[in-house]
């Protein structure tokens, strides 16, 4: 079975259990269509901003199979690095490795912790609504989305179109249905536990929530049942007024009045009053068919007067011809009529419109395989485990450098043309400098007389050392040389 028939199996499924449950409550018609349109709506949007996302089923095989590989990988790469000498067997498993490859384009999805959990009264809790389509039918019986996703859709159609209907009612209805699901013979004057209502109506509401988040609030349907009554009043209206006065005058009928105004007679008023049977049957027929529509996800976004219209027409009795472009009067063209017999023409010849959508699921789920999706918790298992192994990689792989530095020979110092050549070891002796002072006869520095403290006299060896004297002290010298030339000139001249 394809995606396409899974899907329209899945909700047709959906509407027919929201249609019952609404029958069980007692409800009006409008509220069951509003709400088997807030689920459509609802698994539309799930499916365009998550399910699309997902990962395909296909594909999930190929993904885990990578994911073991990158995990075997990342052991071999550990035990490489961590193992003293790369001995032949580890060298040809590293090297037999399989390749990194590409993963499947998508998100992968996570199943909740709590899925294998129940809660205090044995009751599943709610799991996860925007769960792929494949694991929603596979676990379609041991889980309770699917009821609390139909309860969420009648509770807000109840609080919309008849307030009169409680949640407790809308709870033990859907709780009924569920013990039935489950094989467990019930009857109407059957209720559970007060424990387990609590359950379940937290786990309605919880539901409730998500719908409500996921369709922004918006609740707002159109009915087509206002327009299927009105426009068949309209059809199936008698003639004017005024030809019926005429009508009247012309027979001589005595209900007519001396100005030429009739006054209606007891079976005129009954007839207005009551409509005839045939057009009854119609309507009920048309009903009908507006009632099946909207198990056709393919027709969410026709508008309510052309789905009235074509419902007009399908339900029309074979003595009677509707009038030319009749459906142009009302503001809907042929081509939509025609688009929209299309659309559930092909909805009605595939598995779930020819048959009870429990059949059709049966079968999608029989064709199906398990999904391979990951828990939470086993997704952040694997990420440990693989951040483990890379710590534990890059640990053995800098342990393994600090041994290969150790155990290596010291280099050589290295030599050029240009280096000197090293001294002989005769003059790292100091009994060989005192031989050389004794040879050469110069006042060698000895060791045995230096000290570090001692300074040298300024007066004892640097007298005949030139000093350089600084500028100011040039021209002091200078200043004073003329002060004494112009001295010796005035004493001459006296």
């Not at 699309?52 to 990158?70: F, H, K, V, W």
């Not at 925007?130 to 019986?141: G, K, M, Q, R």
């Not at 409680?166 to 019930?186: D, K, T």
Request: proline share 7%.
């Amino acid at each position: 079975m394809t995606d396409a028939a899974a899907r329209d199996a899945y909700t047709a499924y959906g509407v027919d259990l929201i249609r019952t449950t609404g029958l069980l409550l007692r409800t009006t018609p409008s509220t069951i269509y509003r709400a088997s349109i807030l689920f459509q709506r609802f698994e539309a949007s799930v499916e365009a901003h998550f399910r699309s996302q997902y990962i395909s089923a296909l594909d999930m095989p190929t993904y885990r199979n990578g994911l073991n590989e990158d995990l075997k990988r990342a052991q071999l790469d550990l035990l490489a690095v961590s193992s003293p000498t790369d001995t032949p067997s580890m060298t040809e498993k590293t090297r037999d490795a399989p390749s990194k490859h590409a993963h499947p384009a998508g998100v992968e999805y996570l199943v909740p912790n709590h899925v294998q959990l129940k809660m205090r009264t044995g009751l599943v809790p709610l799991v996860d609504l925007h769960a792929p389509l494949d694991y929603c039918i596979h676990h379609l019986s041991d889980h309770e989305d699917i009821m609390y996703l139909v309860a969420a859709c009648l509770l807000i159609a109840t609080k919309m179109e008849d307030p009169s209907t409680r949640i407790r009612a809308v709870v033990n209805v859907c709780m009924r249905l569920s013990l039935r699901r489950s094989g467990i013979p019930v009857t109407e004057q059957s209720k559970p536990s007060l424990p387990r209502y609590e359950d379940f109506k937290a786990c309605v509401i919880e539901a409730e929530e998500v719908v409500l988040h996921q369709l922004g609030f918006q609740t707002f349907v159109e009915s087509p049942y206002k327009y299927v009554l009105l426009y068949l009043n309209i059809l199936s209206e008698p003639a004017s007024d005024n030809a019926q006065s005429s009508i009247s005058a012309v027979r001589g009928d005595p209900s007519a009045g001396a100005n030429g105004t009739t006054r209606p007679s007891a079976a005129v008023v009954a007839k207005a009053a009551r409509p005839p049977a045939a057009l009854t049957q119609w309507m009920i027929r048309a009903v009908q068919v507006v009632n099946d529509l909207p198990r056709c996800r393919r027709l969410l976004a026709v508008p309510a007067d052309a789905l009235a219209i074509y419902a007009i027409q399908q339900s029309c009795p074979p003595d009677l011809t509707l009038p030319d472009k009749w459906s142009t009067a009302f503001g809907v063209s042929e081509r939509l009529l025609k688009a929209i017999s299309y659309r559930y023409g092909v909805y009605s010849s595939n598995s779930a419109g020819n048959r009870p959508a429990t059949a059709a699921l049966a079968d999608a789920r029989a064709l199906s395989t398990v999904p391979l999706y990951r828990t939470v918790a086993e997704r952040d298992q694997y990420n440990v485990a693989m951040e483990q192994l890379k710590v534990a990689r890059e640990t053995a792989a800098e342990a393994s450098a600090k041994t290969s530095l150790s155990l290596s020979p010291a280099p050589p110092p290295p030599s050029s043309s240009g280096a000197a050549a090293p001294l002989p070891a005769s003059f790292a002796n100091p009994a060989s400098i005192e031989e050389l002072r004794d040879l050469i006869g110069a006042s060698l520095p000895s060791d045995a007389v230096h000290d570090a403290s001692r300074r040298r006299s300024r007066h004892d060896d640097d007298e005949n050392i030139p000093v350089r004297k600084s500028r100011h002290e040039k021209r002091h010298h200078r200043r004073r040389n003329d002060d004494g030339e112009s001295r010796r000139r005035r004493h001459h001249r006296k």
